[in-house]
Nanobody
Framework: QVQLVESGGGLVQTGGSLRLSCAASGFTFSSYAMRWYRQAPGKERELVATITGTSGSRNYADSVKGRFTIFRDNAKNTLYLQMNSLKPEDTAVYYC?????????WGQGTQVTVSS
């Protein structure tokens, strides 16, 4: 059974930091590219960061570049998102996604709220 379980969200003040985790099970984690998305109230879900399965190549949305870092530990089947210098506009539900060819899996999301 495929599972992606996010954790680490919460309430933080502007300028603070959080580290999100996404624990994967039920598939070969290292073979999948991984992504973080977020969705703020009343807005469409947007791609935040991506990382490939093997080379670990990363890409970021312009809005988070220089503040967020995506990384993975294939030995622990876990994806991370280190978020620094948080802003109120980072408030959203954050989701992880695994994809490989025609296969894709989503987590249930974790809420991040940044107070001003």
């Amino acid at each position: 059974q495929v599972q992606l379980v996010e954790s680490g969200g919460g309430l933080v003040q502007t300028g603070g930091s959080l580290r999100l985790s996404c624990a994967a099970s039920g598939f070969t984690f290292s073979s999948y590219a991984m992504r973080w998305y977020r969705q703020a109230p009343g807005k469409e879900r947007e791609l935040v960061a991506t990382i490939t399965g093997t080379s670990g190549s990363r890409n970021y949305a312009d809005s988070v570049k220089g503040r967020f870092t995506i990384f993975r530990d294939n030995a622990k089947n876990t994806l991370y998102l280190q978020m620094n210098s948080l802003k109120p506009e980072d408030t959203a539900v954050y989701y992880c996604k695994a994809l490989r060819q025609s296969y894709e899996y989503w987590g249930q999301g974790t809420q991040v709220t940044v107070s001003s």
